[in-house]
């Protein structure tokens, strides 16, 4: 009897299951997994059902990274309001939860990233855990908390989404899905293609963030979490597979910042400038990106030095004074930046002057103000120079490890 009684513990200390999350999930793979092929099979999918399939599923997927994700849980930039309506009617198709509860607790796992008591779905604790078993016990972790959330309880349309969300998961659900299949005359073929297959690869293309993106992949601008890199992801996430520059920098619009990265969610945020349905949207200046990989090369550099040092004492020498150029570079950077902010401020507060006084008769004054805090800020081409110090510091660090490979 003793010998039963700390398992019975350890089973009763499990918490309970949701049985309606449970049953969406295994209920919607199955119909996928088997209803599919079997209609394909017989009856074979049209050209059309494809094309329904593939603009639904996108509708859903951007909802979601360009909405959800970057837009409401970030702040990544600001969006006109008929296209945040269009992201919270098609997020609410994707059927991952309300714009709130699902933002509240993403901004808990970046904060708590790791943690096995306060990220909801945090890595360490598995990679079944992390891609869908979090939501299927009723976690402490996940519970509802909307203290982090005092922007989005201000935001009409998320509150709106929010209150209504269960009606809105079953029109915009049904209603594309109904409409397709009358005008079709195929009502069984979109209803598995757009409606069922679309639900559960929009399912899992966003669980993959949370689960892969933390186990495979590469980690080139921190290694002080388990976010990782992997461009394979981001083709199937619209972008949200550079997870390892997602999490250190957290509120840039882009995931990939390169041209070449595969990001169509950040196309698609910055497409909608030109149109102006988003604005002010936040990217994280170079130079920090370069400190950040530059940081990360040392300490790589450093640790397989450490095994070579007896080989090559040039080696750890050449490292250091690299190191302390980086220092100094950055000290220079603190210094402009310093020096920039003190122009900015000495030019508004020349402005302010200027508009509480005659402003003709200290145009001349604030000209003068102006031209000499753009002086200062040379203060620009310095900036420049400096961001061109780190990438050449990169260049010299990959010399260093390619010698040492």
Same mark, same amino acid.
């Given at each position: ?11 009763? %200390?499990k918490?309970p ?9 295994s209920?919607? @793979?199955?119909?996928?997994a088997? +209803?599919?092929?079997?209609? +394909? ?6 050209a ?9 599923l996108?509708?859903?997927?951007m909802s ?11 702040n990544a930039?600001?969006?006109?309001? %008929?296209?945040?309506?269009f992201?919270? /009617? ?6 991952? *939860?309300?714009?709130?509860?699902w ?8 904060r #708590?990233?790791d943690?096995?008591?306060h ?7 598995g990679?079944w855990?992390? &891609? ?8 402490p972790?996940?519970?509802?908390? @909307?203290? *982090?959330?005092r ?7 998320v509150?709106?989404q ?22 079709? +005359?195929?009502m ?11 639900l559960v ?7 993959f ?5 933390h186990?495979?992949?590469r ?9 990782r890199?992997n461009?394979?992801?981001a ?7 550079? #997870? ?7 509120n840039?619009?882009?995931? +990939?910042i390169?041209?070449? &990265? ?11 400038s ?13 130079f920090?990106?370069q400190? $950040?990989?530059?940081?990360?090369? @040392? ?5 397989? /030095? ?8 040039h ?10 150029q980086?220092?100094?570079t ?9 020096q920039?902010?003190d122009a900015?401020?000495?030019?508004l507060t020349?402005?302010?002057? $200027?508009l509480?006084q *005659?402003?003709?008769?200290h ?9 000499? $805090?753009?002086e200062?800020?040379?203060l ?10 780190l ?5 010299? /660090? ?8």
């Open positions: 009897m003793s010998e039963n009684t700390p398992q019975t513990a350890q089973h009763d %200390s918490p299951l949701l049985w309606l999350q449970t049953i969406l999930f209920s919607t @793979f199955l119909i996928a088997i +209803g599919v092929p079997w209609y +394909g099979l017989t009856h074979g999918f049209t059309a059902g494809w094309i329904a399939f593939v603009l639904v996108g509708a859903n997927g979601i990274t360009a909405g959800y994700h970057r837009l409401w849980a970030h930039y600001k969006a006109h309001w %008929s296209l945040r309506l992201f919270a /009617l098609f997020g609410a198709a994707a059927t991952q *939860n309300s714009i709130l509860i933002a509240s607790g993403h901004r808990r796992h970046h #708590h990233v943690d096995v008591e990220d909801p779905y945090s890595a360490k604790r990679l855990f992390s &891609h869908i078993g979090w939501m299927l016990r009723d976690y972790a996940s519970s509802e908390d @909307f203290s *982090n959330a922007d989005l309880q201000r935001d009409k349309i509150m709106w929010h209150r209504n969300y269960l009606a809105l998961v079953v029109i915009m659900n049904f209603a594309p899905t109904l409409a397709l299949g009358f005008a079709t +005359g195929n069984l073929e979109h209803v598995l293609l757009a409606g069922v297959l679309r690869v929009s399912h899992h293309t966003t669980f963030i949370n689960s892969l993106a186990y495979w992949g980690r080139p601008y921190t290694d002080e979490n388990t976010a890199d461009d394979l992801l083709l199937f996430t619209y972008g949200e597979g550079y #997870h390892n520059y997602h999490h250190i920098f957290q840039d619009y882009r995931n +990939g390169r041209w070449w &990265h595969y990001d169509p969610t950040k196309w698609l945020i910055k497409s909608a030109w149109l102006g349905l988003t604005w002010d949207l936040k990217q994280v200046p170079d920090k990106i400190r $950040a990989v530059l940081t990360m090369q @040392f300490k790589r550099t450093e640790q397989a /030095l450490r095994k070579r040092v007896v080989e090559a004492p080696l750890k020498e050449f490292l250091e004074q690299e190191y302390q980086f220092r100094q950055l000290a220079d950077w603190n210094t402009v930046s310093q920039w902010m900015k401020r000495a030019t020349a402005q302010k002057n $200027a509480q *005659n402003l003709h008769e145009k001349e004054q604030l000209q003068h103000n102006l031209a000499e $805090a753009w200062h800020a040379t620009r081409s310095r900036f420049k120079e400096l961001e061109y110090a990438k050449m510091q990169r260049k010299r /660090l990959q010399l260093l490890s390619a010698q040492m490979a």
